[in-house]
């Protein structure tokens, strides 16, 4: 059997790390809490769960993160405490002894659907990740679109209104209205209860209108940035994926509708904007597709 990657997927909340053969399949996976604290604890979370993976027949060892990648390896993470150039790749390679991949996770995903998911075969496609951060991976021609400093596709920034914008500074226009912590503060604000954002979409599956009016203004701030990402690049498919996804159609009919009335006529009438198949399969199968082509004959 084999050869095989392990694949880690490093988010603002959760670590999920997975063992991948060649063909996709995933044979072990575990899932732990991102250490709060951030900093090394974080990094010490990362190699204790790897532990837990088989190391039989392993070629390489794959890490996706919520942030920029630098080519050395390093890291800069917004939504981890302390992590604005974190040496992830040598402390990895370093333990671990294996051929190490450090990359975006909006890359991953993307990757992801177009190796296993919804983008089989197409070559022009974009993975629009909504979770504690917003992000975008693109492949172009079948290439990863990387831009000159491996910052394309930071969507969280795209600027989505003129009044205001000062107040997004720090965290970008887009991410303050559509990211999960955003919703999850606009649905307390209005129910007076703390509410999250999972819990919101488990509240509009059910029906709740006022749940159901607040995923629907989100669509609509999707829909705008779909719009602007379809008429840039003409994509053939856009994945949306992330926990807010799990609302649907609740989400997306709304967003594919703003998104035909602002994208570019001809490009936004043949787009198709589908919900991930693979979940949160999308970013450990594409860290492995890409961790393969570092050691291994993909």
Same mark, same amino acid.
């Given at each position: 059997?084999?050869?095989?990657?392990?694949?880690?997927? %490093?988010?603002?909340?959760?670590?999920?790390?997975?063992?991948?053969?060649?063909?996709?399949?995933?044979?072990?996976?575990?899932?732990?809490?991102?250490?709060?604290?951030?900093?090394?604890?974080?990094?010490?979370?990362?190699?204790?769960?790897?532990?837990?993976?088989?190391?039989?027949?392993?070629?390489?060892?794959?890490?996706?993160?919520?942030?920029?990648?630098?080519?050395?390896?390093?890291?800069?993470?917004?939504?981890?405490?302390?992590?604005?150039?974190?040496?992830?790749?040598?402390?990895?390679?370093?333990?671990?002894?294996?051929?190490?991949?450090?990359?975006?996770?909006?890359?991953?995903?993307?990757?992801?659907?177009?190796?296993?998911?919804?983008?089989?075969?197409?070559?022009?496609?974009?993975?629009?990740?909504?979770?504690?951060?917003?992000?975008?991976?693109?492949?172009?021609?079948?290439? %990863?679109?990387?831009?000159?400093?491996?910052?394309?596709?930071?969507?969280?920034?795209?600027?989505?209104?003129?009044?205001?914008?000062?107040?997004?500074? @720090?965290?970008?226009?887009?991410?303050?209205?559509?990211?999960?912590?955003?919703?999850?503060?606009?649905?307390?604000?209005?129910?007076?209860?703390?509410?999250?954002?999972?819990? %919101?979409?488990?509240?509009?599956?059910?029906? @709740?209108?006022?749940?159901?009016?607040?995923?629907?203004?989100?669509?609509?701030?999707?829909?705008?940035?779909?719009?602007?990402?379809?008429?840039?690049?003409?994509?053939?498919?856009?994945?949306?994926?992330?926990?807010?996804?799990?609302?649907?159609?609740?989400?997306?009919?709304?967003?594919?509708?703003?998104?035909?009335?602002?994208?570019?006529?001809?490009?936004?009438?043949?787009?198709?904007?589908?919900?991930?198949?693979?979940?949160?399969?999308?970013?450990?199968?594409?860290?492995?597709?890409?961790?393969?082509?570092?050691?291994?004959?993909?």
């Amino acid at each position: 059997m084999g050869p095989f990657a392990l694949a880690v997927d %490093l988010g603002g909340t959760k670590i999920a790390a997975a063992r991948v053969d060649i063909t996709g399949n995933i044979t072990h996976h575990r899932v732990a809490p991102t250490p709060r604290d951030g900093g090394e604890n974080v990094v010490a979370a990362v190699i204790d769960i790897l532990h837990q993976l088989p190391r039989q027949g392993v070629c390489a060892l794959g890490v996706d993160v919520p942030g920029l990648a630098y080519a050395d390896g390093s890291v800069w993470a917004p939504n981890l405490p302390g992590w604005k150039r974190m040496p992830l790749g040598a402390r990895l390679n370093a333990h671990f002894a294996l051929p190490t991949l450090v990359e975006s996770d909006r890359n991953a995903f993307v990757m992801g659907e177009a190796w296993q998911g919804a983008a089989r075969n197409c070559r022009d496609v974009i993975f629009f990740a909504i979770g504690t951060g917003i992000g975008a991976g693109i492949i172009s021609d079948g290439r %990863l679109v990387r831009g000159s400093r491996e910052l394309a596709g930071c969507l969280g920034w795209m600027a989505t209104g003129s009044r205001f914008l000062h107040r997004y500074k @720090d965290i970008g226009c887009l991410e303050s209205h559509l990211a999960g912590p955003a919703i999850a503060r606009k649905a307390s604000r209005i129910r007076k209860t703390a509410t999250t954002a999972r819990e %919101l979409v488990r509240l509009a599956r059910q029906g @709740d209108p006022v749940a159901k009016k607040l995923i629907a203004q989100t669509g609509e701030y999707l829909g705008l940035a779909l719009a602007n990402m379809v008429s840039i690049l003409d994509p053939e498919m856009i994945v949306v994926g992330g926990g807010v996804a799990a609302a649907g159609n609740l989400l997306l009919t709304p967003a594919r509708e703003t998104m035909r009335q602002w994208a570019q006529p001809l490009a936004g009438k043949q787009v198709r904007i589908v919900r991930s198949r693979l979940g949160a399969r999308a970013a450990l199968l594409g860290t492995a597709k890409m961790a393969f082509g570092i050691a291994c004959h993909s």
